[in-house]
């Protein structure tokens, strides 16, 4: 067998073996990592869900419904921000 031929075959087996099979891009290191935008939260979040959660009401730009996001820590300190989007009373 020559070596063309070969290399031929071995594409040709490792095409069959990885057909459909989809490789991830590189992960770039020198980007920054992406922060979520605690106004675009997928649940309802009131004043009285945040305090029972342990966290706790502050003004923010960022929430434009109410103007107040919900900031908590877990348990692993990770700190965590939500908007406010049912104020109490309402």
Do not use: Y
């Not at 099979?21 to 009285?48: D, F, G, H, I, M």
């Not at 960022?62 to 348990?75: F, K, M, S, V, Y």
């Amino acid at each position: 067998m020559t070596p063309s031929r070969s290399t031929a075959i071995a594409a040709m087996l490792i095409g069959s073996v990885f057909a459909g099979v989809v490789l991830a891009a590189p992960v770039s290191t020198s980007q920054a990592p992406v922060r979520p935008n605690p106004a675009k939260s997928s649940a309802p979040l009131s004043e009285e869900e945040c305090s029972g959660l342990g966290g706790k009401i502050h003004p923010s730009n960022q929430c434009p419904d109410t103007g107040e996001i919900c900031l908590r820590a877990d348990e692993n300190g990770v700190i965590h921000r939500a908007c406010i989007t049912i104020k109490s009373g309402h």
